[in-house]
């Protein structure tokens, strides 16, 4: 098993800060009314998103949730396009037709950040089977909630992954809350990590997700195992959520109370800050971190608001490989 | 030409493209023991990592063939039949139609989804689905339903090799239907090109599926009284070759529309409201359809025969718009 090097805490903390940042920035937009729609934040997850994602190769295949801007800057995406894309601009990531559920940076390993919750799962298990088949010897992240383990598609991605002996890591980012239904009421075992046992698969449960090692070092193991060819693994990492389910809900949706209070004293970033302080003895290159993240920020919302909305007849475009054809007169 | 069978023209699609490109491969439930007939000598040839069984998880293995798309595997999935897709509906509909669309085109899905229409045989309403008008409605999928082997083995072969997600819809009421299929692997058919089986002028009949070969025999019948009748057949419903319908019509100035899918929002409402808004000037009378009822399809089979589109009801509406 690899021990991580000091070098990998720092990047570790870059992915993470920018996580950090990019969601703190986006939300504070968003309530000026600069961002459309609603915005999922991972405030609170970095350590579970960094953590799993810095364990995989940069060409590994990835899939997300609609909980999505995390994932791509945590497997290092540019984030000028992520935030162009939450601006609903053509220079977006997705061109300005995904929005925030949906940044998904193909170029990085990504298959999809869906918003269909569970939906990823399957596409997962086929990204994994299709590597094989063309022998690339690729692993394949799967993201999801304790919400999602509730899906059929969960429980029939599990069986697949399991019965094909594929490269899949399940990774259960357990913020245990589904908007307003927390884990303990929805699912039915202590640990999602626990439903591996019926899948004959092998599990890691990351009880402190707060910590960014911890993350790591249960993620390599999965990684390493289905890299060797020993298949899938489900990791669950216990985290939680900082923020509301999603910004423009209009209220808060249920009094966490004491519960966030406590979690909020649980910051990764912070956790992960101290840890580095403590090995180094100084924080000179964590203060360079954090205004090379800055500026990185402001770069990515000045490129977002200086780039120009799609057309409406880039609507059309995408849908097929051939353009579809407008005989429709909206004008 | 030799004649064959339409389920031997899928598997000879299957098989020429699964030879000629490593990146194919075949999955579904049940198909190593090959009980539709659509594999035979295919896992003897590709082995069953390429022709592979899965366990009944249509959610999980339709998602399992849209990820294998996006990394460059080329799935067809056989999903026997076409009810079943319902359980896979959120891959479907949320994965295969709309991630290109929604990720702003930097993905592709090149797969194929095979379903047979298992209607007109007393398997009673939930085998007996003609579901692709529900698909038309979704855009990002491509709609292939041949009406012969010979389209059939073209129209796959192109689906195979096409970028994007294509369902394909299998009348069972033709698979055991011969017909003249040219030999060799160099026959396709693109998509969105209809074709007239059968030239006419005084009526045309604008045919799905199963309802072509009912068209063509009212059109032999009622050739016997003097009537001139075009038969159209569409092949593709995504995309639709709108120009060759509404050429027709205004040649004819008369049409039926004949699909064995239930009538409300069906492939014949879509298509007479093509026609009503582009040929509205050429028609000198109503446009009909002939289609299942909304109501399901009984497994009693005088209930079910007299439910679906038949010869005659297709000539009793040709003879309402003729006289
Ligand atoms: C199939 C489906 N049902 C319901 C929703 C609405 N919804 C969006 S997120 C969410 C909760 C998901 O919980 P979890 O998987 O734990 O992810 P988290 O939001 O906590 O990151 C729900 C119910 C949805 N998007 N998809
Ligand atoms: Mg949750």
């Known amino acids: ?331 | 030409m030799p004649r064959i069978s339409f389920i031997e023209s899928i598997r000879q699609a299957q098989y020429e493209e699964m030879a000629r490109d490593p990146k194919v491969f075949l999955m579904g439930e049940d198909l190593v023991a090959n009980v539709f007939g659509t594999a035979t000598g295919l896992i003897e040839e590709f082995g069953a990592e390429r022709v592979r069984d899965t366990p009944l998880s249509e959610n999980g293995f339709v998602g399992a063939a849209a990820g294998a798309s996006m990394v460059g595997a080329r799935p067809i999935v056989d999903l026997t039949i076409t009810s079943f897709i319902y359980v896979a509906m959120d891959q479907v509909c949320s994965i295969i139609a709309k991630s290109k669309y929604i990720y702003g085109g930097q993905v592709k899905l090149p797969l194929v989804l095979r379903m047979c229409m298992f209607y007109g045989n007393s398997n009673a309403a939930q085998h007996s689905d003609r579901n692709y008008p529900m698909f038309m409605g979704m855009p990002g999928l491509k709609i292939i339903i041949p009406s012969n082997p010979y389209d059939m083995k073209g129209l796959l072969k192109t689906a195979i090799r096409d970028d994007d997600p294509v369902m394909s819809f299998e009348d069972g009421t033709l698979w055991s239907q011969k017909g003249e299929v040219p030999e060799g692997d160099d026959h396709f058919i693109p998509l969105g090109v209809a074709d007239i089986k059968r030239e006419g002028t005084d009526a045309t009949v604008v045919a799905i599926a199963g309802g072509v070969p009912l068209a063509l025999k009212a059109a032999e019948e009622l050739g016997k009284e003097g009537y001139s009748i075009e038969v159209v057949d569409p092949r593709t419903l995504v995309p639709l070759d709108r120009e060759t319908i509404i050429n027709s019509v205004r040649k004819t100035g008369r049409v039926v529309v004949v699909d064995p899918a239930h009538q409300s929002c069906s492939a014949a409402s879509e298509i007479s409201a093509i026609i009503a808004e582009e040929a509205f000037e050429s028609l000198r009378a109503p446009i009909l359809r002939v289609t299942t009822p909304d109501t399901h399809l009984p497994f009693f089979p005088s209930g079910e025969k007299a439910l679906l589109p038949s010869k005659d009801r297709i000539v009793s509406a040709l003879k309402k718009i003729l006289d």
């Open chain 1, 1 to 331: 098993m690899d021990n991580l090097t000091l070098e990998q805490y720092y990047e570790g903390y870059l992915r993470m800060l920018r996580i950090r940042k990019f969601e703190t920035r986006a939300e504070e937009n968003h309530s000026k009314g600069e961002i459309p729609g609603a915005l999922h934040s991972s405030l609170g997850q970095e350590a579970a998103v960094v953590g799993a994602c810095m364990a995989l190769e940069d060409d590994d295949y990835m899939v997300g949730t609609h909980r999505s801007h995390g994932h791509p800057i945590g497997k290092n995406a540019d984030m000028k396009p992520l935030m162009a894309e939450l601006y609903a601009r053509k220079t977006g990531i997705c061109g300005g037709k995904g929005g925030s559920m949906h940044l998904a940076d193909f170029s990085i390993g990504s298959l999809g950040e869906t918003s269909i919750v569970g939906s990823g799962l399957p596409v997962a298990v086929g990204a994994a089977l299709g590597s094989n088949m063309l022998g690339e010897g690729k692993v394949t992240l799967c993201f999801f909630g304790d919400g999602a383990s509730n899906e059929g598609a969960f429980h029939e991605a599990l069986n697949l992954a399991a019965i094909w002996n594929l490269p899949v890591v399940f990774l259960c980012e357990n913020n245990g809350w589904a908007v307003t239904m927390p884990a303990s009421k929805a699912v039915s075992v202590e640990n999602i990590a626990d439903r591996a046992a019926a899948y004959s698969m092998r599990s890691e449960l990351v009880t402190d997700g707060q910590d960014f090692e911890s993350v790591y070092m249960a993620t390599n193991r999965a990684v390493d195992a289905a890299r060797a060819g020993e298949g899938p693994t489900l990791v669950e990492v216990k985290t939680y959520r900082f923020a509301e389910h999603a910004a423009n809900l209009g209220r808060m949706l249920v009094d966490r109370g004491e519960e966030l209070e406590g979690w909020l004293k649980r910051d990764p970033v912070e956790i992960l800050r101290i840890k580095i302080t403590e090995m180094v003895g100084d924080e000179i290159r964590l203060k360079e971190i954090e205004s090379r993240v800055d500026q990185e920020i402001e770069q990515a919302l000045e490129f977002a608001k200086s780039s120009g909305s799609p057309d409406v007849a880039d609507a059309f475009d995408d849908v097929y490989s051939e353009k579809v054809p407008d005989y429709y007169n909206i004008a």
